[in-house]
């Protein structure tokens, strides 16, 4: 028997509407600001997403053993989508970590507040 359950996923960063916008844009959804800080993704399909103000910030580098990613998030889209969805998220503020292997099926970016994220047509 299970201890708990995955309540929501939250993501510290400098300006958490900023980054839900970012995240409401490629997901769906709406942003709700609590006005303390904290503001949760609402209305979209998949695990709930959440983002917490923290001061100094310091965004994992990818890929690095130093300041490694500590998690990343996997998104899904269908193959024959990946090159426009790319267009999309880094026309929304996305940055390319690892995105020049077109045979693979997964390319790694950088949300705007720098956590790792991957499209998978997986």
Not at 51 to 68: E, L, Y
Not at 73 to 100: C, I, K, N, P
């Amino acid at each position: 028997m299970p201890l708990a359950k995955l309540g929501v996923v939250v993501l510290d960063c400098p300006d958490p509407l900023a980054l839900a916008g970012f995240y409401a844009a490629v997901l769906g959804g709406t942003p709700k600001d609590d006005g303390d800080g904290w503001v949760d993704l609402e209305g979209h399909d998949g695990t709930p997403l959440a983002f917490q103000k923290a001061p100094g910030h310091v965004p994992p580098q990818w890929p690095s053993a130093d300041r490694s990613q500590q998690f990343h998030l996997d998104l899904t889209v269908e193959a024959a989508e990946m090159d426009a969805v790319e267009r999309e998220v880094l026309a929304l503020g996305a940055t390319a970590l690892e995105a020049s292997d077109r045979s693979r099926s997964f390319r790694v970016y950088a949300d705007p507040a720098g956590h790792p994220f991957c499209l998978c047509a997986c």
